[in-house]
């Protein structure tokens, strides 16, 4: 909690810097558990929305893939069902090529025996033999017809029966591409119809906001920070922190501030803003309250100075209004005493 005058030189300073954009992701750091969790928490609380825009239109192509796959087994079955009705006929066919096969041979046969016992007969009835020869060119004839026509049959069968084999495997292959839609479909409706809410991601962020502070504050390490425009925060907070600033800036609020600061500087804070001892004197006893070194937010990233077009911002101002209806959705509380001050636990 800074003096006026020098949050609005940090202000100006860090209002005229470069802009340092920070990764929008999630926990990066090997940081503490409860840092981490939180970090996760806020970045799906920002993104649940574009996160369930994102299943519905997932769901939506879904639906669409099992209205493709229902056609494709209707066709599949149609076509099993045609391909085992050609199968059946074909096979009924190649029965009574079969069959007629056995019955010229055995014409043939009945033929050759006639012609043998003619052959033999004393004296030869010429009428006869020539009779029985023909009988048996005829039942040979037939017989070579029947072949033709068993083997014409058999061809058939081998084709009808790989058919078969192709329309079984096609239906297998469109029923478990059908199963396989449904199920991602019914997975997809599952995870929107218990998918957690911004607003209650943001809550569930809040109650563990204490703990971050408990967590981070005794490893903290200034590699722990990144920039936001300009603005030095724990980078378990500088998504949420970005994503502040943009949403504000789109609804015409522009806020920048001062985040991070060393030890050192808020030992000097606490001499500059006549705070009557620096270790042990509360922050109320100062000219402008001041927490004791080791006590400040700042000194671990956690806690932002807001200011907007380079001054400090008071309750009577646009970025008070719109961070007061706004800010929690970013995790960021006020400190009631300080307009300006905003943090992960309002402290």
């Given at each position: 909690?800074?003096s006026?005058?020098?949050?609005?030189?940090?202000?100006?300073?860090?209002?005229t810097?470069a802009?340092?954009?920070?990764?929008?992701?999630?926990?990066?750091a090997?940081?503490?558990?409860?840092?981490?969790?939180?970090?996760?928490?806020m970045y799906?609380?920002?993104?649940?929305?574009?996160?369930?825009?994102?299943?519905?239109?997932?769901?939506?192509?879904?639906?669409k893939?099992?209205?493709?796959?229902?056609?494709?087994?209707?066709?599949?079955?149609r076509?099993?069902?045609?391909?085992?009705?050609?199968?059946?006929a074909?096979?009924v066919?190649?029965q009574?090529?079969r069959?007629?096969?056995?019955?010229?041979?055995?014409?043939?046969n009945?033929?050759?025996?006639?012609?043998?016992?003619v052959?033999k007969?004393r004296?030869?009835?010429?009428?006869a033999l020539?009779?029985a020869?023909k009988a048996?060119?005829?039942?040979?004839?037939s017989?070579?017809?029947?072949?033709?026509k068993?083997?014409?049959?058999?061809?058939?069968?081998?084709?009808?029966?790989?058919?078969?084999?192709?329309?079984?495997?096609?239906l297998?292959?469109a029923?478990?591409?059908h199963?396989?839609?449904?199920?991602?479909?019914?997975?997809?409706?599952?995870?929107?119809?218990t998918?957690?809410?911004a607003?209650?991601?943001?809550?569930?962020a809040?109650?563990?906001?204490?703990?971050?502070v408990?967590q981070?504050r005794?490893?903290?390490?200034?590699t722990?920070?990144t920039?936001?425009?300009?603005v030095?925060?724990h980078?378990?907070?500088?998504?949420?922190?970005?994503?502040m600033?943009d949403?504000?800036?789109?609804?015409?609020?522009?806020?920048?501030?001062?985040?991070?600061r060393?030890?050192?500087?808020?030992?000097?804070?606490r001499?500059?803003n006549?705070?009557p001892?620096?270790w042990?004197?509360?922050?109320?006893?100062?000219?402008?309250?001041?927490?004791?070194?080791?006590?400040?937010?700042?000194?671990?990233?956690?806690?932002?100075?807001?200011?907007?077009?380079?001054k400090?911002?008071s309750?009577?101002t646009?970025?008070f209004?719109?961070?007061?209806?706004?800010?929690a959705?970013?995790g960021?509380?006020?400190?009631?005493?300080?307009?300006w001050?905003?943090?992960i636990?309002?402290g």
């Amino acid at each position: 909690m800074p003096s006026r005058r020098f949050a609005a030189a940090v202000t100006l300073t860090l209002a005229t810097a470069a802009p340092i954009l920070a990764v929008p992701t999630a926990a990066q750091a090997a940081v503490p558990e409860a840092a981490r969790n939180y970090s996760t928490l806020m970045y799906r609380s920002l993104t649940a929305d574009a996160t369930m825009a994102k299943l519905r239109a997932t769901l939506a192509e879904q639906k669409k893939t099992v209205t493709v796959r229902d056609t494709e087994v209707a066709a599949a079955t149609r076509n099993d069902a045609a391909v085992q009705r050609r199968l059946s006929a074909v096979t009924v066919a190649h029965q009574d090529a079969r069959d007629r096969l056995a019955a010229a041979e055995q014409a043939l046969n009945e033929a050759k025996g006639d012609l043998s016992v003619v052959t033999k007969q004393r004296p030869r009835k010429k009428a006869a033999l020539d009779l029985a020869q023909k009988a048996v060119v005829s039942a040979t004839t037939s017989r070579d017809i029947r072949r033709k026509k068993l083997h014409d049959a058999a061809a058939l069968l081998t084709a009808a029966r790989t058919n078969a084999k192709t329309a079984a495997a096609e239906l297998t292959t469109a029923l478990t591409a059908h199963g396989a839609a449904t199920t991602a479909t019914e997975q997809t409706r599952r995870r929107i119809a218990t998918a957690a809410t911004a607003a209650s991601l943001a809550a569930q962020a809040s109650t563990i906001s204490k703990t971050v502070v408990d967590q981070v504050r005794p490893t903290f390490a200034i590699t722990d920070t990144t920039a936001v425009y300009g603005v030095t925060v724990h980078r378990n907070v500088a998504f949420a922190f970005k994503r502040m600033v943009d949403d504000a800036a789109a609804a015409g609020v522009q806020i920048s501030g001062g985040g991070f600061r060393t030890r050192q500087r808020q030992i000097e804070l606490r001499t500059i803003n006549g705070c009557p001892d620096v270790w042990t004197a509360p922050a109320s006893s100062c000219r402008v309250p001041t927490a004791i070194p080791g006590r400040s937010l700042h000194e671990i990233g956690l806690a932002v100075d807001i200011s907007s077009g380079g001054k400090t911002i008071s309750r009577k101002t646009k970025a008070f209004t719109w961070l007061r209806a706004n800010a929690a959705k970013y995790g960021y509380v006020n400190l009631p005493s300080e307009a300006w001050h905003w943090s992960i636990t309002g402290g």
